[in-house]
């Protein structure tokens, strides 16, 4: 097999939506991403942590792909460890990704200390 037809596997995400997300991100920088695995962690509903998925890239879009994996990886975590929130219109907990309550619609507010209570 050719050097530009070889491919790498560049992630193992945990299940399809992940995956998908990082395919998204890849194809926006102008790197062919493929999946692997896809369709069995979607048969096995409750076993699908078995068969996680790959993301697979041409050989010469190494680097770059990783580059992106690794920002898709600090993005994850940093929105992990960030707090979640309280609404300031209707009270209601809202997970930290959050950028607008999912119970009222009311955006949060851009100022951490302008009425948003975190958790």
Known sequence: MSDSARTVRVYKAAHAIEAHLLR???EQAGIEAYLVGEHQN??????????AVEIRVP???????REIVARFEADSAETVA????NCASCG???AASFESCWNC???????RGAGDEFR
């Open 24 to 26: 998204g991100l890849l």
């Open 105 to 111: 619609g009311a955006v949060r507010a851009a100022d």
């Open 82 to 85: 960030r707090p979640g929130w």
């Open 59 to 65: 050989a010469c879009d190494e680097t770059e792909a």
């Open 92 to 94: 209601e907990s809202n």
């Open 42 to 51: 979607r048969a096995y509903g409750a076993f699908s942590h078995l068969f």
